[in-house]
């Protein structure tokens, strides 16, 4: 049975009625207690885990194809729990598919030069240095207590993730108005394919939601660099939120698993089968994700969380959410940042700096940083802010690494708040100046 919700394709005239006072939250003091245990298990972070692995990596970079060194401190391999490195499964698993994205970010292909095992927290800075003649930038994955020399020294701070999140308005031709114009022509198309949103609320629906769809269709498209919850994580979600099957012909074709905290609902995972015909998921994504914010709607929910995404500006899971008319914030759940420094501006480097910008994080600000390769024109600049400007950034930060046309960085930074463009080619140290900003 599809669940009873109003199908209205966008631009029609009947609109979806919205609960006037928000949906009472169920659980309230068993989710206060969770994110009490979550709050301690975070902060109890440096008494757990203050031993790391140093690693230079040599390879081609991705763009370029040209060989540059990488030196990375944090975990770059799965591991057991020993003292120092107390982790929880989701700590570990998150650990190294960081690593595993930042690699997969810079190289076409790459192998590990050197390795020291279970460094202190307390000699990080120490041993960075020590490397930092060997290597052309720094990723380093701590705690921030022992990154406090990190930011003297002019590291970059990168949150670890980041959360999209959507703000609902009172009224549905409002919340409309906020999806991108090519999404909404999208949505106008895939609603007239016969869709159905259904709640699964039996035992057996969410095993198979686990076990035949979750598990395969995240290890399938995030290879190496999947972070996979526990049944039983997964489990508590699902009896304290709702779980949803998209059907297409009573066929199953996606699930989504939601939660609810303090007038928020949480897009915690979302799987598909792997057993149907590839035409029957044609707009199937947008399908769910517009089924999913209509149902918080007419519940009375104000804000829809997508949960996670990497901090890069390019990259797809990311942009899709910001279609959505979501705003980047700060992950839901407490975590470390990535400090990052270039040595230096080679070819490698650029290369990898102007194929994947990224957010920034300045106490609770974020700001976008994005490097341009060639001499900026109008062209260039107008680019940069129509495709990196999102909610929640303060502004951005743009980098000429080969210099700008007259009078085109005064023209924007006049123009746009927040935007500030700086000419690197002249300077004798590009690669401090890129940090210090």
């Known amino acids: 049975m599809a669940m009873n919700i109003d199908m209205t394709i966008p631009g029609k005239a009947s609109s979806p009625d919205r609960n006037t006072h928000q949906a009472p939250p169920s659980g309230d003091l068993r989710r206060s207690l969770i994110n009490t245990w979550r709050n301690i298990k975070f902060l109890s972070r440096p008494l757990r885990i203050f031993l790391f692995d140093v690693v230079l990596i040599e390879g081609k970079e991705k763009y370029s194809g040209r060989r540059i060194k990488t030196l990375y401190i944090g975990e770059t391999k799965p591991f057991s729990n020993k003292w120092g490195k107390l982790y ?200 769910m994700d517009y089924y999913s914010i209509l149902s918080a709607f007419e519940k009375g929910y104000r804000v829809v969380d997508f949960l996670w995404s990497r901090p890069f500006l390019n990259d797809g899971g990311l942009r899709y959410k910001l279609k959505w008319g979501a705003g980047i914030d700060k992950a839901h759940w407490p975590m470390t940042d990535i400090y990052f420094k270039p040595l230096r501006l080679n070819v490698g480097v650029k290369s990898f700096l102007a194929g994947n910008p990224f957010i920034t994080k300045n106490r609770e600000d974020f700001r976008g940083r994005v490097l341009l390769n060639t001499e900026a024109s109008e062209m260039d600049i107008r680019n940069c802010l129509k495709y990196y400007q999102a909610k929640g950034l303060k502004g951005i930060d743009i980098f000429c690494a080969e210099g700008i046309r007259d009078g085109i960085g005064k023209k924007w930074e006049d123009r746009a708040s927040g935007i500030n463009i700086y000419d690197i080619s002249a300077s004798s140290h590009p690669h401090l100046d890129f940090c210090r900003r």
């Open 88 to 287: 929880t499964k989701f700590e570990a698993m998150l650990k190294v598919s960081t690593f595993q994205f930042i690699m997969d970010s810079i190289y076409s292909e790459y192998t590990k030069v050197s390795r020291a095992k279970n460094i202190s927290g307390l000699d990080i800075h120490r041993v960075s240095q020590k490397y930092e003649s060997q290597a052309d930038m720094v990723f380093i994955d701590t705690e921030s207590l022992f990154a406090l020399p990190l930011k003297r020294s002019h590291y970059i701070v990168i949150p670890q993730l980041v959360s999209p999140r959507l703000k609902l308005a009172d009224r549905w031709e409002a919340v409309l108005d906020s999806f991108s114009h090519k999404l909404n022509k999208k949505i106008s198309r895939v609603l007239k394919y016969g869709y159905q949103f259904s709640p699964a609320r039996s035992l057996h629906q969410f095993n198979y939601f686990y076990h035949s769809m979750y598990v395969p269709y995240t290890r399938k498209r995030f290879g190496k660099t999947a972070t996979i919850l526990s049944y039983d994580e997964l489990k508590r979600f699902f009896d304290q939120g709702e779980l949803f099957f998209l059907m297409r012909n009573d066929q199953v074709l996606l699930g989504t698993l939601k939660s609810f905290e303090q007038g928020c609902m949480l897009n915690i995972c979302k799987a598909a089968t792997g057993n149907s015909q590839p035409g029957m998921f044609k707009g199937a994504s947008e399908a």
